[in-house]
């Protein structure tokens, strides 16, 4: 009889899926920030702050899923180098998550990724791996996987099953909490971006599970393939060319993607995003990040819809990151320029949507 027996490779599991748990428990819950609108308009807008993460972004949360997925599933080991396929705000997650354990990592991104980014992935010990075509950067990563010896954590496939929907003070379950005390307590709509669609997973998921009427409207940008997909029902639905706004929209449908989950999306200019996060740091004092941007165009539709309508209600959309990440481009007037935005004509577009 042959025995193999590799029980002692659980230590170091054990002491792995602690560690991670252990951040979870230091960190608390994000803010809800209520958005200043007039009190006329009977209809309440409200920011889930996810740049008050340790590293700065929604995918906080993402990242530590997917390294306590990875490990449980055994796919992660001591010593296992870590690549990952991303344009920034995931890479620096799951950098932090990287060394926490004493694992190598590596981010395949765009070169257009801003510099701030890689510096955060460098800071945290991470290797930022460029590729000029942003089609590159999965095939790239699994690429380099092969030859480490590692593993490919591939965010765009596992973000909508490693993420516990039901519960576990996921993002769903902390927004319906925090709202509890307020005037409309249950949301008429959330508001999100898709970069790989775990987070709209997540939040259709919960909403159906605690039979919420919440409805969850996807935005997309310009250059993305999920708006199309959805729309025509076609999971192989592709776009011409990467997304200027970062973090969210993709080249292809991703797997993560649960289209029927979705109540209704948007397609939105990128100059509008850019012109309405610059709008919304004036408001509110602080920068915020060029998704977010995406989102508050989105929610601001719905808000002038619901006025022509005489409907009140809340609508919940995220702020995914600070915009101190993007000073050389969203914020940088040359850069806006070189990428042929017209922030005024979307300023014209946009003036029936917000408040005076």
């Known amino acids: ?29 994000t803010h809800l920030l209520p958005f200043p609108l007039p009190p006329a308009w009977g209809v309440d807008l409200y920011l889930k702050d996810e740049s008050t993460h340790p590293t700065g972004s929604l995918k906080h949360r993402l990242a530590r899923s997917l390294f306590l997925y990875a490990i ?17 705000s995931t890479a620096v997650s799951e950098a932090y998550f990287a060394r926490m354990l004493g694992l190598p990592f590596t981010a395949v991104m765009p070169e257009s990724t801003s510099r701030e980014k890689i510096a955060l992935i460098e800071s945290y010990g ?12 999965c095939p790239t990563a699994e690429r380099l996987a092969a030859e480490t010896g590692g593993h490919f954590m591939d965010q765009f ?51 159906r599970f605690r039979k919420h009427a919440t409805r969850l409207c996807v935005v997309d940008p310009e250059h993305s393939a999920f708006f199309t997909g959805w729309r025509d029902r076609d999971g192989g639905a592709t776009a011409d060319r990467g997304s200027l706004i970062e973090g969210i929209g993709r080249l292809r449908v991703e797997p993560s993607f649960i289209p029927d ?7 939105v200019d990128d100059a509008e995003s850019v012109y309405c996060l610059r ?38 959309t ?8 993007y000073g050389g481009t969203y914020f940088d007037d040359d850069w806006v320029a070189a990428q042929g935005l017209d922030l005024e004509a979307a300023a014209e577009r946009l003036a029936p949507l917000l408040p005076a």
């Open 126 to 137: 991470g290797k930022a791996h460029l590729v000029r075509d942003a089609g590159e950067v």
């Open 318 to 325: 995220l702020l995914c990151d600070s915009g101190q990440r």
């Open 279 to 316: 709008w919304a740091s004036e408001r509110l004092g602080r920068r915020l990040g060029g998704s977010t941007g995406t989102n508050l165009v989105a929610a601001l539709g719905i808000i002038a819809e619901m006025r022509d309508r005489g409907e009140g209600g809340s609508i919940v």
């Open 72 to 88: 449980c599933n055994g796919w992660i080991d001591e010593g296992t180098p870590v690549i990952e396929a991303s344009s920034g």
């Open 157 to 207: 496939t596992y973000a909508e099953r490693a993420t516990d929907w039901r519960g576990n003070n996921n993002i769903a379950e902390s927004v319906f909490e925090q709202m509890r005390l307020e005037r409309h307590p249950v949301p008429a709509w959330i508001v999100v971006g898709a970069g790989t669609g775990g987070t709209s997973a997540t939040i259709g998921r919960y909403v």
């Open 261 to 267: 989950l979705v109540d209704r999306m948007v397609k």
């Open 1 to 29: 009889m042959e025995s193999i027996d590799r029980t002692r490779d659980r230590l170091w599991v054990n002491w792995a899926i602690t560690t991670v748990e252990a951040d979870a428990n230091r960190s608390a819950d």
